[in-house]
């Protein structure tokens, strides 16, 4: 668990410039100026993205047996996005600077400026109404014009014609695949109700503005589970699936419970077939408590609206009962780039001059580096490659000979890695290495023979 000085001093600030710093994220395109809202994962955010996933698949698939995974493709028909309402319904709405021409999604200037805590759910009228009374300017002073809405998907064409029959939307939502993969699934696998299918897939939205480094990006990745289930276990099947997304967070990716909140949508606030719907929020250093993912009870709006506009059957048929129908769907759905960034928030601490990321074992990038504890000592650094070499066959270890030990030390800190095994000359001696805890700063002697089985048990 991150301690309670990680929360009290840790800052959007400090967090972007260890990502930049230490290789974890990299703006796009940097080297032509970056393109807005882009980002890449470096050589050690690629690592901790690999994690993450681990432990999210590990908890929602592989330890269930009503589970099963799918990959999506990017590009899906275009009526998928008629059907499932994004071409007509998926926009927010935007304002723009009268004197700048700059563009803003007017919910973000009503919350930043503390008129309304949540104001994703206001109409074009009210939001102009309180434009007008609240006398909102824009971040540069400015009057606003009246709000409009705006569209949040992609478009493309696919084809060498571009013209209205190659038109194409990128995915702005992951899910729709589950949804239209749905029959395909129930014939190849033959499960019976209640199942989930899982995906981490692609998605992309137009937003009109982006801020707080990863978490509003244009691109990003989702990580669903949508479970189907008989229409009248389907509240019971809500209570659990809001339970597990809790015990997630706290217990397979260790966050403090303090750091997570729940937020239920208010009636006007969420889709009109939706029964029920609750955030869950992680409390982001100084921009507060903010949404990580959704936990929603969709009916069986999805397969209808599908069936509708394919005109295909989707219905299930229960052997048990006779009876055919569309099952209902629960929904956790949550944004891998907002889970990478809690995560580092969680888990950066400052000890002094030390900076931590205290990562437990299974997420850490590295889950030990190897020194020398001289480089320029022969022996010392043949023997150290050796070490390193067999961990490596086995685990993800850095190798790191750069100036002292002790800037060493602080290095792998700053990157999260739990334990630094130093090949000193008692090494040549004796056979043994000096493991440091990263967390205790504590030391001790273990066999060289030993070190696989050692790190082993501190993954498990």
């Known amino acids: 668990m991150a301690d309670q000085q990680q929360q009290g001093g840790v800052s959007m600030e400090k967090i972007v410039s260890l990502c930049r710093r230490r290789g974890f994220v990299f703006p796009s395109s940097e080297i032509y100026g970056g393109f807005a809202a882009t980002y890449d994962f470096g050589p050690l955010g690629f690592l901790l993205k690999k994690n993450i996933e681990k432990v999210w698949r590990a908890w929602n698939v592989e330890s269930r047996d009503d589970m099963v995974e799918i990959e999506g493709a990017i590009f899906m028909h275009p009526k998928v996005w008629e059907a499932s309402g994004h071409v007509g319904g998926f926009s927010d709405l935007l304002v723009e600077d009268l004197v700048t021409h700059k563009r803003y999604r007017a919910d973000h200037l009503i919350e930043d400026a503390k008129i309304l805590e949540n104001a994703g759910a206001l109409k074009v009228e009210e939001v102009d109404t309180i434009i007008k009374e609240h ?11 009246p709000a409009k809405r705006f569209n949040l998907l992609v478009k493309t064409h696919l084809g060498p014609v571009e013209d209205e029959a190659s038109v194409v939307y990128l995915k702005g939502e992951s899910c729709q695949n589950i949804y239209v993969d749905w029959k395909p699934v129930l014939e190849t696998t033959h499960r019976k109700l209640p199942f989930g299918i899982a995906q981490i897939g692609k998605a992309f939205r137009n937003e009109i503005t982006v801020k707080n480094f990863i978490f509003r990006t244009r691109e990003f990745e989702q990580m669903d589970v949508q479970y189907f289930c008989k229409p009248d276990e389907a509240d019971q099947w809500y209570e659990y699936w809001k339970k597990n997304r809790q015990d997630f967070y706290t217990q397979a990716m260790g966050f403090s419970p303090d750091d997570i909140k729940w937020r239920q949508h208010d009636p006007d606030e969420r889709a009109f077939y939706a029964k029920d719907a609750w955030d869950v929020q992680y409390k982001f250093g100084e921009i507060g408590f903010q949404e990580v993912e959704g936990v929603h009870h969709r009916g069986n709006y999805d397969l209808t609206q599908h069936q509708k506009f394919s005109g295909t059957d989707l219905s299930y048929f229960d052997e048990a009962s006779g009876e055919r129908f569309l099952p209902y769907i629960i929904e956790c759905s949550g944004g891998f780039n907002r889970l990478f960034l809690a995560s580092m928030f969680e888990f950066y601490r400052e000890d002094g001059d030390r900076k931590i990321l205290g990562f437990p074992p299974k997420l850490a990038p590295y889950k030990a580096a190897v020194f020398p504890l001289l480089r320029n000592k022969e022996d010392l650094v043949k023997k150290a490659r050796e070490v390193y070499e067999g961990l490596h066959k086995k685990f993800m270890v850095a190798w790191d000979d750069r100036g002292n030990i ?26 043994d290495v000096t493991v440091r805890d990263r967390d205790t700063a504590a030391q001790e002697r273990v066999k060289i023979e030993d070190l696989e089985a050692f790190i082993a048990k501190k993954l498990e």
Do not use: A
Request: charge should be negative; glycine fraction near 10%; proline fraction near 8%.
């Open 406 to 431: 002790g800037k060493r030390y602080y290095s792998q800190d700053e990157i999260g890695t739990p334990y630094c095994i130093t090949i000193d000359f008692d090494t040549l001696e004796k056979g």
């Open 135 to 145: 006398n909102l300017k824009s971040p540069d002073g400015n009057p606003l014009s």
